[in-house]
């Protein structure tokens, strides 16, 4: 997806479904990133929902020459240092709800770190040869036996071996320094 643009396209030519695919792949980077401004993860949450509703409600604001991603990111920061500046009192929270807030941010980093590891792994596969990627994603992804992978690709157990040694390292070739510690 070309971050959520062609889904943004498909949502204004009628179909419903697409800005849910926008909400899915962008609201956690999006809360992520707000939470860094303004240190509070349901007013992070909240920005970042009136940032969607307004995707929206005014239709016309978005016009395609950025991507919508930096589009989203733009509006969303400028909201947050609005905040920021109209904030007159700070309010004092119990320490419990602290943690559970830090719970909170510590979940939402997972899933944006877990989402950049797919999509990174994901766009490094895609360029393996066939049974390459396949024999990878049997057995990492699918979490099969060699027994199960080998059946399923017609293959000999030794054949798979062969393919997902290859397979890694290939990977870890077009991965880089940077793309092996997302692994």
Do not use: W
């Not at 240190?39 to 940032?51: G, P, S």
């Not at 990111?73 to 320490?95: F, G, N, P, W």
């Amino acid at each position: 997806m070309d971050n959520g643009a062609s889904s943004y396209r498909r949502f204004l030519d009628g179909d419903k479904n697409a800005f849910g695919e926008i909400v899915d792949e962008l609201m956690y980077g999006l809360i992520y990133f707000i939470n860094s401004y303004v240190h509070d993860f349901h007013t992070a949450e909240d920005i970042a929902m009136d940032v969607m509703a307004d995707l929206i409600a005014n239709r016309h604001r978005y016009n395609f020459k950025v991507k919508l991603k930096t589009y989203l990111y733009m509006v969303a920061r400028s909201r947050a240092l609005d905040l920021i500046k109209h904030r007159k009192v700070y309010k004092q929270t119990e320490l419990s709800e602290d943690i559970k807030a830090s719970d909170d941010i510590a979940q939402l980093e997972k899933a944006v770190l877990t989402s950049e590891r797919r999509r990174v792994l994901g766009r490094a596969m895609s360029q393996l040869p066939q049974d390459m990627r396949e024999a990878l994603h049997l057995v990492y992804f699918e979490e099969m036996s060699y027994d199960e992978a080998s059946r399923v690709m017609k293959k000999s157990k030794k054949q798979l071996d062969n393919l997902l040694y290859r397979g890694k390292k290939e990977l870890f070739v077009l991965l880089g320094e940077e793309g092996k510690q997302l692994i």
